[in-house]
C-alpha cells in the first residue's frame, strides 16, 4: 500500500477517529487504526473498542491501493508533530509489516498489526435509517448528557434516554442526584412510530465533538437502530454504538409541576459568585448555600478548618417567606452553562424539596437538583 496525503485533513482525521480505540487494551489490535483505500483518491479510517466505532474519510492520492493497521497513539503523535501544510507519504511493506512514513526530510518506521485483524464495524442497515436535523440533536445532547453518571458501567444511568417521534425529539440524563431534559420540535424523516434507546453518554459525547465544530443549521443526520445498536451517519463520519438495555426511571415523575417559589437571576453573575464563593467551599461535599431576601442572593460557602466565603448578587424572588438553600454547585454550574437564556429561572417548594432551573421563559430545557441538608 502507498498513497500521499494532506498532513492537514489527516492530522483531523486521525484525532477523530483516535477517539474509539481502547483505552484498556485486551486485543493489541484495538489500539490501532485501520487505514484502507476505497478509491484512487479516498480512504477510510476506523477504530472501534467494540462497544464503540468511528469512521472517517479523507481525500489523497492512492498510488498501491490497500489496507493497515497503525498505532492510534503513535500515528497521532508523529502526524501532530509534522509541519503544517506539508504532505505526507506512506508506504507499506506488508511482508516486513513495516510503515515508513515520510514528510520533507523527516522519516520514520512503525510496525503494523495484519489488517485482517482489525474487527469489522458492521454497518447497520441503512434502509431503514430515520433522519432529523442535527443541530437539534446536538443541543439535545450537550443539555443533558452532563447529567449522565460518569462512572464506567452498563449500568443505564450511564446512557441518556432517547425519544423520538415524527415531531419531537427528548433526551433525558440523570445521575440520581439530577436530571437534565431537552424536549425539541423537530423535522423528521422515516419515523411512523415513537422511537426510544438508552444511549451509552460516551458515544453521543464523542459523536457531538466530531461533528460540532463544523455543523451547519441545515445539516441533517441518519440514524440506524437494530440488533441492539445505534449508528450516526453525516456527511464526513459514520458513528456506531452499542445501545445499553433496562428499563430508564421514569423520570417525568420526579418533577414537580406546582412550584410555589420562584427566583430570577442573571446567568453569568451567578456563575461568576458561584465560581467565586466556591473557592471556600469544603472539597469533599462542595456545598455552597444561597439566600434569597430583600431582592438579593447571597451565597456563602466554608471549609471549617480553613476559612469562609460570602458574595452577593441581584436575584428577584417570589415566595411567601426568605429561602435558604444548598447544593453541590458544581451542579449548579453544569446546568447553568447550558441554559442559553441571559437570565436563568429557579423553581422550588423549599429548602429540601426538588429544584428546578430553566431558561428564563423557555420551558425546553430543565436541569433538577436535590438540595443538600445542612446544619
Same mark, same amino acid.
Given at each position: ?5 494532506? %498532513?492537514?485533513v489527516f ?6 477517529t483516535?477517539?474509539?480505540?481502547a483505552? %484498556? ?20 479510517l476506523?477504530?472501534?473498542d467494540?462497544d ?15 489496507k493497515?493497521?497503525l ?5 497521532a503523535?508523529?502526524? &501532530?508533530k509534522?509541519?503544517?501544510? *506539508?504532505e505526507?507519504l ?9 510503515a ?8 520514520f ?24 436535523e442535527l443541530? &437539534?440533536?446536538?443541543?439535545?445532547v450537550n443539555?443533558?448528557?452532563f447529567?449522565?453518571?460518569s ?5 443505564v444511568?450511564?446512557g ?10 427528548e ?7 439530577r ?6 420540535k423537530?423535522?423528521?424523516?422515516n ?22 465544530p463544523s455543523?451547519? *443549521?441545515?445539516? %441533517?443526520?441518519r440514524?440506524?437502530i437494530?440488533?441492539?445498536?445505534? *449508528?450516526?451517519r453525516?456527511?464526513?463520519v ?8 433496562g428499563?430508564?426511571?421514569?423520570y ?18 451567578l456563575?461568576s459568585?458561584l465560581?467565586?464563593?466556591s473557592v471556600?467551599?469544603n472539597?469533599?461535599t462542595?456545598v455552597?448555600?444561597?439566600? #434569597? ?17 460570602k ?8 415566595? &411567601?417567606e ?8 458544581? #451542579?449548579?454550574?453544569?446546568?447553568? %452553562? ?5 437570565d436563568?429561572r429557579?423553581?422550588?417548594?423549599? &429548602?429540601?424539596?426538588p429544584t ?8 425546553? #430545557? ?5 438540595p443538600v441538608?445542612?446544619?
Amino acid at each position: 500500500m502507498k498513497f500521499t496525503v494532506q %498532513r492537514d485533513v489527516f492530522h483531523q482525521a486521525v484525532s477523530s477517529t483516535q477517539r474509539a480505540t481502547a483505552t %484498556r487494551v485486551i486485543q493489541p489490535i484495538l489500539s490501532n487504526i485501520l487505514i484502507e483505500s476505497l478509491d484512487s483518491n479516498r480512504l477510510q479510517l476506523s477504530a472501534t473498542d467494540l462497544d464503540f466505532g468511528i469512521e472517517t474519510w479523507v481525500q489523497g492520492q492512492i498510488i498501491e491501493p490497500g489496507k493497515t493497521t497503525l498505532s492510534a497513539k503513535k500515528l497521532a503523535e508523529i502526524v &501532530a508533530k509534522l509541519p503544517s501544510g *506539508s504532505e505526507i507519504l506512506f508506504e507499506i511493506d506488508s511482508e516486513s509489516q513495516v510503515a515508513r512514513i515520510e514528510c520533507g526530510a523527516s522519516s520514520f518506521d512503525i510496525r503494523t498489526l495484519p489488517p485482517d485483524e482489525f474487527p469489522v464495524i458492521k454497518p447497520l442497515d441503512q434502509e431503514n435509517y430515520i433522519e432529523l436535523e442535527l443541530k &437539534a440533536l446536538i443541543r439535545a445532547v450537550n443539555q443533558t448528557a452532563f447529567a449522565a453518571a460518569s462512572y464506567e458501567t452498563n449500568n443505564v444511568l450511564g446512557g441518556v434516554y432517547f425519544k423520538l417521534t415524527a415531531e419531537s425529539l427528548e433526551m433525558a440524563a440523570t445521575d440520581g442526584s439530577r436530571l437534565a431534559r431537552c424536549q425539541e420540535k423537530v423535522t423528521t424523516e422515516n419515523v411512523n412510530e415513537e422511537i426510544a434507546a438508552i444511549i451509552p453518554v460516551k458515544a453521543l459525547q464523542e459523536f457531538v465533538k466530531l461533528v460540532g465544530p463544523s455543523a451547519k *443549521s441545515d445539516d %441533517r443526520v441518519r440514524l440506524a437502530i437494530q440488533e441492539g445498536q445505534i *449508528s450516526f451517519r453525516t456527511s464526513d463520519v459514520y458513528v456506531v454504538s452499542r445501545l445499553l438495555d433496562g428499563q430508564y426511571p421514569q423520570y417525568q415523575q420526579l418533577i414537580p409541576n406546582d412550584n410555589s417559589i420562584t427566583a430570577f437571576a442573571n446567568k453569568m453573575s451567578l456563575m461568576s459568585s458561584l465560581e467565586r464563593t466556591s473557592v471556600m467551599a469544603n472539597e469533599r461535599t462542595n456545598v455552597v448555600k444561597l439566600s #434569597f431576601e430583600n431582592g438579593n442572593l447571597s451565597l456563602a460557602a466554608n471549609t471549617p478548618e480553613i476559612g469562609d466565603s460570602k458574595d452577593t448578587i441581584e436575584a428577584t424572588f417570589h415566595g &411567601a417567606e426568605p429561602l435558604s438553600i444548598a447544593f453541590n454547585y458544581k #451542579f449548579l454550574l453544569d446546568a447553568l %452553562r447550558v441554559i442559553e437564556s441571559d437570565d436563568v429561572r429557579m423553581e422550588t417548594n423549599g &429548602a429540601l424539596a426538588p429544584t428546578l432551573f430553566k431558561d428564563k421563559e423557555n420551558n425546553n #430545557f430543565l436541569c433538577l437538583v436535590m438540595p443538600v441538608q445542612v446544619k
